[in-house]
C-alpha cells in the first residue's frame, strides 16, 4: 500500500539545536542553555496559544521564545543580533540523513510532504536552504487553519490538502507531542528517536507504531 508519509520539519528534517553554533559569538558558554531553552519555549507558546485560540505566526512564537531564552540566561543582545538570529533560523542544514532517506522513499513510489508549524515563507525559505524542497510533494503549514500541532483541525488539513485517508497516511516526527496528535486523528506514525535520553511520554494508547534512530530506517522492511 502507498503510504502518504508527512515529515515534521524542525527537529526531523532539520535541527533547531544547531542554533547554538550561531549563539556562541553572542552567549559564549550560554548557548547551548539558551538554544535548548528557546526550542523548549517555542513549542511551549504554540500550545498555550493553541488553547487560548490566539493564533500568531510560528515567526513571531519563535522571536518571542528567543527573547525568554536570552533574558532568562542574562544574556543582552541587541535588535541586530536578534534580528540576524531568526534570519539564520530559516538557513539551517538538513540532519545528514535527511536527502538521502527522502530520494529513497521517492525511488520507492511514496507520497512525501512536509508538515510543519512554520510559515510558508519561512518553511520555503529553509527547506530550498537545506537542499530538500524538490524531493517533496508538498508544504503543508498549519498557518493554513490558524492553529497549532497538535490540534486535530491542523492533521485533517493535511489529509485534505495532500487527498490522503488518515490511515494511509504517516507522520514522521521526533516530537512526541506531535505524535500523539497524529495518532489521535487515526494516523499510522514514527518516532524518531534521535538521542538516546529522549523520551516518549507514558500516555497509554499513543504508542507511536514505529521508533527509529534516522530516517534512513524507514526504507528499511
Excluded at 508538515?115 to 529553509?126: E, K, M, R, V
Amino acid at each position: 500500500m502507498t503510504i502518504t508519509y508527512a515529515f515534521d520539519v524542525y527537529g526531523t528534517l532539520i535541527d533547531p539545536l544547531a542554533m547554538a553554533s550561531h549563539l556562541t559569538t553572542i552567549a559564549e558558554d550560554k548557548a547551548p542553555q539558551i538554544a535548548s531553552l528557546w526550542r523548549e519555549k517555542q513549542l511551549e507558546y504554540t500550545f498555550r496559544r493553541g488553547l487560548m485560540r490566539a493564533y500568531v505566526p510560528f515567526d513571531q512564537v519563535t522571536a518571542e521564545a528567543l527573547d525568554f531564552a536570552s533574558e532568562s540566561a542574562g544574556v543582552s543582545m541587541t535588535r541586530e543580533q536578534k534580528g540576524q538570529l531568526l534570519t539564520q533560523y530559516r538557513t539551517l542544514d538538513a540532519f545528514p540523513d535527511t536527502a538521502p532517506a527522502l530520494q529513497q522513499l521517492r525511488t520507492n513510489g511514496h507520497a512525501m510532504w512536509a508538515f510543519s508549524n512554520g510559515t510558508p515563507q519561512d518553511l520555503g525559505a529553509l527547506l530550498t536552504h537545506a537542499d530538500v524542497l524538490t524531493l517533496l510533494d508538498g508544504v503543508v503549514s498549519v498557518n493554513e487553519v490558524q492553529s497549532f500541532k497538535p490540534d486535530p483541525a491542523v492533521y485533517a488539513r493535511f489529509c485534505e490538502r495532500a487527498n490522503s485517508e488518515p490511515d494511509q497516511t504517516c507522520l514522521v516526527s521526533s516530537n512526541p507531542f506531535d505524535v500523539i496528535g497524529a495518532t489521535n486523528c487515526g494516523w499510522q506514525t514514527v518516532w524518531v528517536k534521535r538521542t538516546d535520553t529522549a523520551q516518549f511520554d507514558p500516555w497509554s494508547g499513543f504508542a507511536p507504531d514505529r521508533i527509529i534512530a534516522s530516517l534512513r530506517e524507514l526504507t528499511q522492511t
